[in-house]
């Protein structure tokens, strides 16, 4: 591969993991730039709504004149087609791929990239995907009306089973049974790994946790209404372009699901609660990294003591330089106006490589803060406490934020922060209410 095509994808590769898109992640190991993984997380508003889907991407070295290929990781060891695109096998059929023959101008060019294809990809996990299928966009008898809406219910289900739950379970060494008999056709995964070193890649276990965490309510929420359509044991339909090998085939369970879900949110919350014993060992055993968060802390004190235009205290809890302890007082002719909200800031001795997991403490109605408390925030810097401190304040200010459903962790307070002028006029009252009680709190 040439000095120009290595450049190139290091350079696309730069610029989606510092861009604004949260739905999008990309990663290789340092030696070797032309196997890249990536992360796709399933759009709102569909059945693959906030779900991890993991793609292999494989440069030749005649890019970008010829277009990388793809495979589907997610795909349950190879038996869960997620898509009519998206075969169980890994295959993506796309035209800018040319794994598809698509209209003129669809083809591949040099002017296309990475980026492209993920957001083409990204494009089929639609609200409808049986339109995708060939033949059936056209579909509008109550026969296919049924078959879409069966279609739609089953994704949903397998997103929240296979691309959430297990990929969690998984990272988080959850033991689960194996359905018996269940055969693999192919493991896109294993495949993958079997052709790099013998030392695992996971690149976005730390990105799946913290996000895990972000949308637990919206996972819920999900299986609390879906429960009451599908009851457990009910057998998915079989679609009619679905065929031997290339199907999605099993049974509804949502009550297992959610005893997995809570499961899951559990053990996470115990991981982060074990980071301040993990980090006072590093403290009496002087490694660098308790020193160098030591050195953060003192330089964000400094720092905001001479910004007279927000107040904060921040503390080390039991001077664990592991465990900060943020207290926001609301600006004056905010909503947040009189309001005192206190932050525990949990650090893993891993820090950056794993960030930081924020709990606002202070019982708050606001639709970045979800209803088990966890702040959803994106630092610019990843490995800096100040930028970290920055995004935190201004995703709890921020009054008129750019609409992104990624950000949106209470359900609830979205509705009505995203709804119509009663509907917002119904969050402040809320938010206000909540403010007022902070005092109290505290």
Not at 410 to 424: I, R, T, V
């Amino acid at each position: 591969m040439s000095n120009q095509s290595i450049l190139r994808i290091t350079r696309e590769l730069s610029e989606i993991q510092r861009g604004p898109d949260l739905s999008l992640a990309v990663a290789c190991r340092d030696i070797d730039v032309r196997h890249v993984r990536a992360l796709i997380i399933g759009p709102p508003d569909t059945p693959y709504e906030f779900g991890y889907f993991e793609f292999s991407v494989k440069f030749a070295r005649e890019y970008p004149t010829k277009a990388p290929s793809v495979t589907a990781i997610t795909t349950n060891g190879g038996r869960t087609r997620f898509n009519p695109n998206i075969y169980a096998g890994g295959r993506v059929c796309l035209s800018i791929l040319g794994t598809w023959r698509g209209e003129r101008g669809e083809e591949w060019s040099s002017a296309q990239g990475l980026e492209s294809i993920l957001i083409s990809i990204q494009s089929l996990m639609s609200q409808n995907p049986y339109e995708n299928e060939p033949g059936f966009e056209d579909a509008k008898s109550d026969y296919d009306k049924k078959n879409q809406a069966a279609y739609v219910a089953k994704i949903r289900h397998e997103t929240l089973r296979v691309s959430v739950i297990e990929r969690l379970e998984d990272y988080l060494g959850i033991h689960r049974g194996k359905s018996a008999g269940a055969v693999t056709v192919y493991d896109a995964e294993e495949d993958y790994q079997a052709n790099m070193s013998d030392a695992p890649f996971e690149p976005f276990k730390d990105l799946c946790k913290r996000r895990f965490m972000w949308y637990y309510q919206s996972y819920l929420t999900s299986i609390d209404v879906e429960a009451n359509k599908h009851k457990d044991g009910a057998r998915f339909e079989k679609m009619p372009f679905e065929g031997p090998g290339n199907i999605m085939e099993g049974t509804y369970d949502y009550s297992a699901l959610k005893d997995r879900l809570q499961a899951i949110y559990a053990k996470l919350t115990e991981e982060m609660m074990s980071w301040a014993a993990e980090g006072m060992v590093a403290v009496e055993n002087e490694l660098s990294i308790a020193s160098n968060l030591q050195r953060q802390f003192e330089q964000v004190v400094e720092r905001y003591k001479k910004n007279d235009a927000i107040t904060i205290d921040l503390d080390l809890v039991d001077k664990n330089p592991f465990l900060w302890q943020l207290v926001l007082f609301g600006r004056p002719m905010s909503n947040l106006d009189g309001g005192i909200f206190r932050l525990r800031i949990y650090l893993s001795t891993k820090f950056p490589d794993v960030l930081p997991r924020v709990q606002v403490e202070t019982p708050i109605f606001h639709h970045r803060v979800s209803p088990q408390g966890t702040l959803c925030y994106d630092a610019s810097r990843k490995d800096d406490m100040k930028s970290h401190i920055d995004a935190i304040i201004e995703a709890i200010e921020e009054e008129s934020p750019a609409y992104d459903p990624r950000t949106l962790v209470h359900p609830e307070a979205a509705a009505l922060f995203w709804g119509s002028l009663d509907d917002k006029k119904k969050y402040s009252r809320r938010l206000r209410r909540s403010v007022q009680d902070s005092a109290e709190f505290c």
